[in-house]
């Protein structure tokens, strides 16, 4: 049974794993901030369903929970350096996932310093941490938005990602590197997860789907951004969960072949991986809303506009690293993925159609 921390664990992706460690097993601490970025009841019911009572939280406590015996809850803040540093000590973490971020491409045009103090401050105190209380693996959210300008398809770990195009994307790639440095320094064993599209139950309301099905259910128009001439790698959260915990198994390794000469960024003579988790498969964005109207049985109304600022026009997964050393890829069908999460809406929001 290993004791790990997930932060970001009211967060959709952080949610989701936290659930399927715990039915293993392992032993869990989740925090949180519970920022104000998208709905809190939506967090804290995400909580609840880990038997974390809302009225039990309290800053910088830790929170037991009535469901699993095996789970605790801490509001915390990653900026907090003094916190985290006395709940690495404390807990003695043999796995942390680093899920907690301030997250969204569009929103950090407009919200730079947000990206900054969360992406950046706060990964350096988890890097911190990790390096004066050891830790067996550290794995952390990356982003597919990382390939920024790249045209070549599919987008390989061992392709260079110098062209952000989003403030988000840039912080996704500086913890990469300051990753990679603490790993080289200090001998931590480091993976990098960029994630493609991630999509389910329990998902964020600023995600398209969900902005989607809102729109939908209300008979109000869907806006199509890009004329609808958009492509990405959808990739449902089953698939997400069951990569990322077979990736926590198995601790980054130096790669003694690495060369150097820019033919495998995607690893290091450090301890340190990069993994995509995408699909694989990309999905026309019209053809993403014709699931989603097939599992409304309702055809949306569309309003079509630009391309948004930091917005790319294609994502496509390589997952070649990930079939290799995992034998494991990513394969919901698309349709199965939007109807089940289209399930969980109308159940959620108690939406008659």
């Known amino acids: 049974m290993a004791r790990i921390l997930v932060t970001g664990a009211a967060g959709f992706i952080g949610f989701h794993l936290s659930k399927q460690l715990l039915k293993r097993g392992d032993k869990v601490i989740g925090l949180d901030n519970i920022s104000g970025y998208y709905d809190i009841s939506l967090k804290l019911d995400r909580l609840a369903e880990l038997g974390i009572d809302e009225h039990s939280i309290s800053e910088g406590q830790l929170s037991n929970s009535d469901t699993y015996d095996n789970f605790q809850f801490i509001k915390a803040d990653l900026k907090d350096k003094f916190t985290i540093d006395s709940l690495f000590e404390k807990q003695g973490f043999d ?18 310093q947000v990206y900054l103090d ?18 067996k693996h550290l794995v952390f959210a990356s982003s597919s938005s990382v390939y920024g300008a790249n045209t070549k398809m599919p987008f390989s770990v061992n392709d260079n990602v110098d062209h952000p195009l989003s403030l988000y994307a840039a912080t996704k790639k ?4 300051m990753a990679h440095s603490y790993s080289h320094l200090f001998k931590i064993p480091v993976t990098g997860l960029r994630f493609f599209t991630v999509y389910g139950p329990w998902g964020r309301p600023d995600m ?17 951004f890009n004329n609808g001439d958009m492509s990405r790698d959808f990739t449902f959260i089953d698939d997400i969960i069951e990569a990322m915990i077979r990736v926590m198994d198995k601790p980054a ?13 995607g690893s290091s003579t450090a301890p340190y991986k990069i993994y995509n988790i995408g699909n694989n498969s990309p999905v026309r964005l019209m053809d993403f809303i014709y699931s989603l109207e097939r599992a409304f049985k309702l055809e949306a109304k569309k309003e079509y506009f630009p391309i948004q600022p930091g917005d790319v026009e294609s ?39």
């Open 315 to 353: 994502t496509y997964a390589d997952v070649s690293e990930l079939i290799k050393e995992f034998d494991f890829k990513p394969s919901t069908d698309i349709d199965e993925g939007v109807k089940k999460f289209v399930d969980w809406y109308l159940k959620y929001y108690k939406v008659r159609m």
């Open 118 to 135: 969360a992406n950046i401050q706060g990964f350096l105190n988890v890097l911190e941490a990790c390096r004066n209380h050891p830790v």
């Open 95 to 112: 796995i942390v996932v680093n899920l907690a971020a301030q997250a969204g491409v569009r929103y950090s045009v407009e919200n730079p």
């Open 174 to 177: 500086s913890n990469e590197l």
């Open 253 to 265: 390794a130096s790669n003694t072949n690495w060369a150097g000469d820019g033919s495998n960024i």
């Open 208 to 224: 398209a789907l969900f902005l989607f099905a809102k729109a939908i259910s209300k008979n109000e128009p869907i806006k199509i």
